[in-house]
Structures are given as C-alpha cells and as structure tokens.
T-cell receptor, first 118, second 114 residues
C-alpha cells in the first residue's frame, strides 16, 4: 500500500478564499482522523470518522471548517473562508481496529498539507 | 478520559550518548501506549507500542520503552543516539475499553549534537 496520501502538500492562499484539503486513507482502514499542528497548540484532533461516518467533530475550531468522507477511500477538509490564523500543517491519519491486520490500533499519518493563509 | 504528559519539551544530547524521553499518562481504565516520531517536514510514524504482555517493548531504530503501571509511565530510551535521531517524539495513550481514540502529548524535541 502507498500509505496515507494527502494533497496538496503545500497550499498558499489569500484570506477569504476557500481551501480544500484531500486525503486518501490506507485501504481497509475504518477510522480516519484530521489533525492540525502548530507551534503554539501542538497536535490537535479536529474530527474523526468511523466507517465514513463523522463521530466526533468537537475539535473543529468553528463553522468555517467542515469535513466529509463520501466513501471509504476519500475525505476532504474544507475551510471557507480561510483566515491567517488557519495557517498550520494539516495531517490526515487512518487506522483499523481489526486485530487480524498487522498494525492494528496504531495510526498511520500522511505527509501533511502545509497551509499558509496570507 | 485519558491524558498524557511529556515532561521535557526539549532534550539536547551528544551523539553516542544515551537518552531517555519521559512520558506519564493518566487513565481510569487499561491503556494502550505508543511512541511516534516526526522527522522534519514529515508526518508522524510509529516507533513502538504497548498493547499487552511484556512491559519492555522494543521498536525501530534501536529504541525501547518500558511500561510501568504503578508509576503510570512509558519512558522511551536509546542507549546510543545518532545525529539522524534528531526529531520530535510524541507519546500517545488510548483506552481500548473506553475511547479508542488516542490522546497525544505535546511532544519532545530531541536534538542530537555532534
């Protein structure tokens, strides 16, 4: 497997613009997580899905943020409108609770999307 | 709910010296414990994990950690570090009997000097 795939790797946009981050989890994983990492706040869990259903979005900072998972192989995180304080590295991770799989219970992270909002 | 405390935000060490990165957790139920490493401009990757069984866990790149239930700790150790070990290290805890979702510590920056 190619691992968790995120796109784009870098995004520079102007304040007020819409930003869409994309993630393809590892095939067979039933959990998907979106994290945000900044120097000030560290690694924050924004939202997670189980079997494509959002379970907990309490970490989403405000209504400008939304996430979807239309199928088991794709998820998006959208920020509309974007603000400079949204500048961060956004990570997608996936995992499985299937003990029959090697690596059960651990999270596999993508390379991240570095977002800069000017 | 569980929580994780990484006691050191930064640990400087000379190459070939031993290192210990400290992690303490709190949880009212049994736990799974993890150490992840993040190299510059990369995502986190698993170093090692404790699910059950032997309390001494060996991971990749010569790292090991010991689960100490009485002290609620899971410290990471390496007997001799290399320059290439310079990275951010995250301890994480999850509760298989409760919330499956891991809680991450704030991270410890390991800086290896030549």
């Amino acid at each position: 497997d190619a691992g968790v795939i995120q796109s784009p790797r870098h995004e520079v946009t102007e304040m007020g613009q819409e930003v869409t981050l994309r993630c393809k989890p590892i095939s067979g994983h039933d959990y998907l997580f979106w994290y945000r990492q900044t120097m000030m706040r560290g690694l924050e869990l924004l939202i997670y899905f189980n079997n494509n259903v959002p379970i907990d979005d309490s970490g989403m900072p405000e209504d400008r943020f939304s996430a979807k998972m239309p199928n088991a192989s794709f998820s998006t995180l959208k920020i509309q409108p974007s603000e400079p304080r949204d500048s961060a590295v956004y990570f997608c991770a996936s995992s499985s609770r299937d003990r029959g799989l090697a690596g059960a219970d651990e999270q596999y992270f993508g390379p991240g999307t570095r977002l800069t909002v000017t | 709910a569980q929580s994780v405390t990484q006691l050191d935000s930064q640990v400087p060490v000379f190459e070939e010296a031993p290192v210990e990165l400290r992690c303490n957790y709190s949880s009212s139920v049994s736990v799974y414990l993890f150490w992840y490493v993040q190299y510059p401009n990369q995502g986190l990757q698993l170093l090692l994990k404790y699910l059950s069984g032997s309390t001494l866990v060996k991971g990749i790149n010569g790292f090991e950690a010991e689960f100490n239930k009485s002290q609620t700790s899971f410290h990471l150790r390496k007997p001799s570090v290399h320059i290439s070990d310079t990275a951010e290290y995250f301890c994480a805890v999850s509760a298989p009997g409760g919330s499956y979702i891991p809680t991450f510590g704030r991270g410890t920056s390991l800086i290896v000097h030549p």
